[in-house]
């Protein structure tokens, strides 16, 4: 009986072992892959080339990618532990760009409304069946297609302006522990979150929407256990085929758009998670004085503040 647990114990180290070899070979081997895709971009970004095309897939959901982002993270975090002001510029940017890509596609929603009010004039008032858009060649498709296709301003929305809700702080929050503890100890919850929970969420979404984005673009299908030399194989015989089946006879048709805004969710998550950590590290190794330093936060007016974040 001991003999076998003192078997298992020694498996389990020889695993954990066999895993930080794993994991450093592969951080190793990330600078190669970085420099050798910066130095040869057509092999992945000519997609004249059908070779080009399966490689931009295989690469995008790839543990080579994923070691290649990791490296990236890593460096830049280091340099800006060294050098505050560094990553504050950091935080900056990726905040400017969560706010940016939130402010422009919040407007959905306004189109949103738009386009209900019309359909339900032209249909109630006008019995109309379909709507016609446009100057010169016009836009006409049957009123459910117009319907169905409020679906999409609705996913533009909550997939592009969920960093820019986080950054304003208008996310709904169950605080059970967190307004009770110091300043510092807020940041260190902070950091794990973006650690444990948003960067690795981001990451799985990111996995399994990848291949099911390419899915609906190209044939053959590629799947995520397809090895690269699979993959060439399959370029062979690649063409286009963008999904542009509704549920529906005459219902929406682009529903392919969807896949690829779960993409860009994942991306944007992820992108946000770092800046939260760069944001929550630099508060708690300067303190309360720098709470909110650089926050583009929107405001509502003088007179106004108790409503802000609650739009």
Not at 71 to 79: G, K, M, N, S
Not at 120 to 148: K, N
Request: glycine share 8%; proline share 2%; hydrophobic share 50%.
């Amino acid at each position: 009986m001991q003999e076998e647990s003192t078997a298992s114990i020694g498996s389990a180290f020889g695993a954990l072992w066999n895993g930080l070899l794993w994991t450093l070979q592969n951080l190793a081997e990330a600078f190669l892959n970085i420099g050798y895709a910066i130095a040869n971009p057509s092999l992945w970004l000519d997609w004249s080339n059908k070779e080009a095309v399966m490689r931009f897939v295989y690469y995008g959901g790839s543990v080579e990618f994923f070691f290649a982002v990791f490296v990236i993270v890593l460096v830049i975090t280091i340099i800006g532990m060294i050098r505050n002001q560094f990553m504050w510029g950091c935080v900056r940017v990726l905040e400017g760009f969560a706010n940016t890509v939130g402010r422009f596609f919040a407007w959905a929603g306004l189109l949103m409304v738009l386009q209900q009010i019309i359909i339900v004039f032209m249909q109630r008032i006008f019995t109309r069946p379909d709507i016609v858009f446009g100057f010169g060649v016009p836009l006409q498709f049957d009123i459910s297609w117009y319907a169905e296709e409020l679906k999409l301003y609705n996913a533009l929305v909550v997939a592009l302006c969920v960093t820019y809700t986080f950054v304003q702080g208008g996310h709904v929050r169950v605080d059970l522990i967190y307004s009770a503890v110091r300043f510092r100890t807020k940041k260190v919850i902070d950091m794990f979150g973006s650690i444990f929970f948003m960067i690795p969420t981001a990451v799985l979404i990111w996995m399994y929407g990848w291949y099911f984005m390419w899915r609906h673009l190209i044939v053959p299908k590629p799947s995520a256990s397809d090895t690269l030399d699979r993959l060439l194989l399959k370029s062979r015989a690649m063409r286009w085929n963008v999904e542009t089946i509704g549920f529906s006879p005459n219902g929406f048709t682009a529903y392919f758009i969807f896949k690829i805004l779960l993409v860009a969710f994942a991306g944007l998550v992820f992108l946000h998670a770092i800046a939260f950590f760069c944001r929550s590290y630099l508060e708690f190794i300067e303190g309360e004085g720098s709470e909110n330093k650089y926050l583009d936060k929107d405001s509502l007016g003088e007179g106004e503040e108790a409503y802000e974040g609650a739009h």
